[in-house]
């Protein structure tokens, strides 16, 4: 069984936009790159989207594949396959990790996010996302006060049993 990303850390990015991917991340992002053998470095794949996307989202090598295949089972021309493909095609970028165990973040990605001098990575099981620290915490207070709605003695993993959607 594949590694999943695990937790949350906040790194400090540098004038030039290298930014220190946490160490955690970085076995999964190997263990997810089929090209990947000790002594190399990682490649992953950012996807950046559009205006609405707050948030960078990382993938591994073997992860974007899968989604990749996924969108190239579609209906070749609707709408919803060129949605995504211009999501994860155009609005994406692949990197690499160097030696130090950081990856740059251009100019552009740092606008975008409106990321200055820190940067929040978040796992999210399959995928890792990067967020300017108090947008990241305002998204987090949303979740908190989603829960907090729920009763007292509301348990997340009932959530588990709910019916999900069919792939």
Do not use: C
Not at 25 to 36: H, I, Q
Not at 101 to 124: P, S
Not at 128 to 137: C, L, M, N, R, T
Request: no cysteine; net charge negative; proline share 4%.
């Amino acid at each position: 069984m594949a590694r999943r990303f695990r937790g949350e850390s906040e790194n400090k990015v540098d004038a030039k936009g290298r930014v220190s991917v946490p160490a955690a991340f970085r076995r999964v992002l190997e263990e997810g790159d089929p090209d990947w053998t000790t002594g190399l470095n990682p490649n992953l794949v950012l996807v950046y989207g559009g205006k609405s996307r707050n948030f960078i989202e990382g993938y591994t090598m073997t992860e974007m594949e899968n989604v990749d295949d996924r969108i190239a089972g579609m209906k070749r021309g609707s709408r919803d396959r060129r949605l995504l493909e211009h999501m994860f095609s155009s609005q994406s970028v692949q990197v690499q990790v160097d030696e130090t165990g950081r990856l740059v973040l251009t100019q552009k990605l740092r606008d975008k996010l409106g990321i200055t001098k820190q940067a929040m990575f978040v796992a999210t099981v399959d995928t890792f996302q990067i967020w300017e620290p108090s947008a990241y915490e305002a998204h987090a207070e949303r979740f908190e006060s989603w829960v907090e709605d729920e009763d007292e003695d509301f348990d997340p993993l009932i959530l588990l049993d709910s019916p999900q959607p069919v792939e």
